[in-house]
């Protein structure tokens, strides 16, 4: 997904990847229940308030990428063939989307593994995890000439998740 960004957006992308970058480092230092808002905010050199402009809560930080992803594999699915197969088309959406995983290997396994360990990221984790299924359910009926009570649609997205 290539566009121009203008300078605005881009300080907010800047600023939000600070704050996540600030966050990680603190959780793993201290402890993710260690680690409170005021803390991230003058690592992240922002103000308290500030850090609830980007993020609920602290469990978003760390999952902070969950929805940028989403928002690539939707994009990608919405650009493939309408006749090409559902399946290819997930499958091809993403592998797109996770080809950046090779280089962003440390920082996925880092909140992952403050993921695995904090049982309400780890939570949190599924419940995204389901709107992403949902999501891209709500995405395939026309590409499977299906019907609003045909399981394939949801079947597809909670395999192509797994």
């Not at 993921?115 to 992403?132: E, H, N, Y």
């Amino acid at each position: 997904m290539s566009e121009t960004v203008g300078l605005r957006e881009r300080k907010k992308r800047e600023r939000r990847q600070r704050i996540q970058d600030a966050a990680i480092d603190l959780f793993e230092r201290q402890g993710f229940e260690a680690t409170t808002i005021e803390e991230i905010a003058a690592a992240a050199d922002i103000a308290p308030r500030t850090f609830f402009s980007y993020f609920d809560t602290k469990d978003d930080v760390v999952l902070a990428d969950y929805a940028d992803r989403l928002g690539r594999i939707l994009h990608e699915l919405d650009q493939r063939p309408a006749d090409e197969p559902a399946w290819e088309a997930l499958r091809a959406s993403f592998s797109t989307v996770a080809a950046d995983y090779e280089s962003e290997a440390d920082r996925l396994r880092r909140r992952f593994t403050i993921m695995a360990s904090t049982p309400s990221v780890f939570a949190r984790s599924l419940q995204l995890q389901a709107g992403w299924e949902q999501s891209l359910a709500e995405r395939l009926p026309t590409r499977l000439g299906s019907t609003p009570d045909d399981p394939r649609p949801r079947l597809l997205a909670a395999t192509a998740l797994a």
